[in-house]
């Protein structure tokens, strides 16, 4: 079987025990600092799974973290609440429009927007407890404080209740994760001009938001309001939609967000703004140039990415390398080692997808590297969902960056209109579409959009994982009625013909 076809990239070889720096190199303390075997600066999904695996593998442990509860960016004001509001913005919207249609009469639905928002808080809040408990039972100590490297193995930490501790550790793994990018001409004030942050906890519907920014956090968060009775409009400098996904997905799914409501305005760059009469007018043109136009919204969500998050951390003290992004550069990629030895980096704050499974695999491979000298992670298989409806989910590549390439490929598709599951629930909109090597038949990429796509991409990955072909997922049962039976017959189509369409 030809292998060129897929570029991997593993994490494995021999690991460094930084040994305690001797006192002529470090600064006097004034009492002992305290000694740990690793320490995790940051307690995002990449730093608490991080300290958890480095406690199971037997080492003393302390995960350094300001916020009042653990879970980064993700779940606090990220991840958790996002799909909170999109999971009830959804069943807000099918009682309103969709369940006549079944036969089930509701009559008046009303939106009580501060429930809506308390049950997102209750999740977080679950989940956030859940991980100080996996603490305690893993034996992490959290040091509630703001972390500063002061050497190659010692941290200074500005405790929230007040002082400064001193922490010392053979090894130092830097998971301070990102914040959101600021958008030139935008001050942010969390009511009008919102980030994320601020899209997760708006006290009343806007009337007109506007969404910077046609990725995954504007779209996710312009669908909740756009549910909810907001009219909602995208500005996108890029032609399509979805930065990263294939190019046939991108167009279907503008489709029908489209028929959603949400208005689109690709290929259109932002010029300015100001706040006039209680509502905030953003003036845009064409990405190559043009005749400007004003629009107007009482919101506008700035979701144009995110930066890596260094603040503070003192990298400059210790010699720690970024780039000119602003990224923790790994000198070693295997070992997922920065410019120092005894200090390692992962998730958000280095290269690679700003994504919270990415940093969780690199924070296990990071603590087995240090504790055993190898570890696993595979960049060609992380997957990538957008939590909207329907949802979008991809891993691999497309084809786009196959031609690119010169990857001679096939292709395998199947739409959701032809999966009898899908058809019973009356949700059926979307198709599932397979990339295999034209000569091996190995899958290159996996690309769906429809009902379960997230929960769907997982049998791509593992399939990708361990070099399966088409024909091997084609050839294990899959439970019928399932959407999953749509992923089989596309990897069918990819090597021979499906049985249902």
């Known amino acids: 079987m030809l292998r060129s076809a897929v570029l991997?990239?593993?994490?494995?070889?021999?690991?460094?025990?930084?040994?305690?720096?001797?006192?002529?190199?470090?600064?006097?303390?004034?009492?002992?600092?305290?000694?740990?075997?690793?320490?995790v600066i940051g307690g995002g999904p990449g730093g608490y799974v991080a300290a958890i695996k480095a406690a199971q593998l037997g080492q003393k442990t302390a995960c350094i973290e300001k916020r009042d509860?653990?879970?980064?960016?993700?779940?606090?004001?990220?991840?958790?609440?996002?799909?909170?509001?999109?999971?009830?913005?959804?069943?807000?919207?099918?009682?309103?429009?969709?369940?006549?249609?079944?036969?089930?009469?509701?009559?008046?639905?009303?939106?009580?927007?501060?429930?809506?928002?308390?049950?997102?808080?209750?999740?977080?809040?679950?989940?956030t407890r859940g991980i100080e408990m996996l603490f305690k039972k893993n034996k992490v100590e959290w040091i509630k404080g703001a972390g500063t490297l002061t050497s190659p193995n010692d941290v200074e930490v500005a405790l929230n209740a007040g002082g400064v501790e001193s922490v010392r550790a053979k090894n130092i793994i830097i998971a301070t994760g990102s914040e959101a990018t600021p958008f030139p001409g935008f001050e942010i004030d969390e009511k009008q001009i919102i980030t994320s942050t601020g899209a997760l906890a708006l006290e009343?519907?806007?009337?007109?938001?506007?969404?910077?920014?046609?990725?995954?956090?504007?779209?996710?968060?312009?669908s909740v309001w756009s549910r909810l009775g907001a009219e909602v409009t995208v500005v996108e400098y890029l032609p399509a939609i979805g930065a990263g996904m294939d190019a046939e997905l991108a167009k279907a799914f503008q489709r029908s967000l489209s028929k959603q409501g949400i208005k689109f305005k690709t290929s259109t760059k932002v010029v300015g703004s100001e706040k006039k009469d209680g509502n905030v007018l953003v003036n845009v043109e064409s990405a190559k140039g043009g005749k400007q136009e004003t629009l107007t919204a009482d919101v506008v969500l700035l979701s144009v990415g995110r930066r890596p998050y260094t603040e503070g951390l003192g990298l400059e003290n210790v010699g720690v390398k970024v780039d000119g992004?602003?990224?923790?550069?790994?000198?070693?990629?295997?070992?997922?080692?920065?410019?120092?030895?005894?200090?390692?980096?992962?998730?958000?704050?280095?290269?690679?997808?700003?994504l919270a499974h990415k940093a969780e695999e690199e924070g296990i491979a990071a603590v087995e590297c240090i504790t055993n000298g190898h570890g696993h992670v595979n960049y060609d298989v992380i997957p990538s969902v957008i939590y909207t409806h329907p949802e979008?989910?991809?891993?691999?590549?497309?084809?786009?960056?196959?031609?690119?390439?010169?990857?001679?490929?096939?292709?395998?598709?199947?739409?959701?209109?032809?999966?009898?599951?899908?058809?019973?629930?009356?949700?059926?909109?979307?198709?599932?579409?397979?990339?295999?090597?034209?000569?091996?038949?190995?899958?290159?990429?996996?690309?769906?959009?429809?009902?379960?796509?997230?929960?769907?991409?997982?049998?791509?990955?593992?399939?990708?994982?361990?070099?399966?072909?088409?024909?091997?997922?084609a050839r294990t049962c899959h439970a019928h009625p399932t959407m999953s039976e749509a992923f089989k017959e596309a990897c069918m189509a990819a090597y021979s013909k499906p049985i249902h369409f």
């Open 325 to 354: 992004k602003g990224r923790v550069e790994m000198a070693d990629v295997h070992q997922l080692r920065t410019s120092v030895p005894s200090i390692h980096v992962i998730g958000d704050v280095t290269t690679g997808a700003m």
């Open 69 to 127: 509860t653990l879970g980064g960016t993700c779940l606090n004001v990220g991840c958790i609440p996002s799909k909170a509001l999109l999971n009830n913005s959804h069943l807000y919207h099918e009682a309103k429009h969709g369940l006549a249609k079944r036969g089930i009469e509701v009559g008046e639905v009303k939106l009580n927007l501060q429930q809506l928002l308390a049950d997102k808080d209750k999740a977080v809040t679950g989940l």
């Open 392 to 473: 979008v989910a991809w891993v691999g590549r497309n084809e786009q960056q196959l031609k690119e390439a010169g990857v001679k490929y096939k292709i395998g598709s199947f739409p959701f209109q032809a999966n009898s599951r899908a058809k019973t629930i009356d949700d059926a909109e979307g198709l599932v579409k397979i990339i295999t090597d034209a000569e091996t038949d190995r899958i290159l990429g996996a690309h769906i959009i429809g009902p379960n796509a997230g929960e769907m991409i997982a049998e791509a990955c593992l399939a990708m994982e361990y070099g399966g072909s088409a024909e091997d997922v």
């Open 8 to 39: 991997k990239t593993r994490v494995a070889a021999g690991a460094i025990h930084s040994p305690l720096p001797s006192w002529t190199f470090v600064r006097a303390y004034s009492s002992a600092p305290k000694e740990f075997d690793t320490v």
């Open 204 to 222: 009343k519907v806007p009337e007109k938001m506007i969404v910077i920014g046609g990725g995954v956090i504007g779209l996710e968060l312009g």
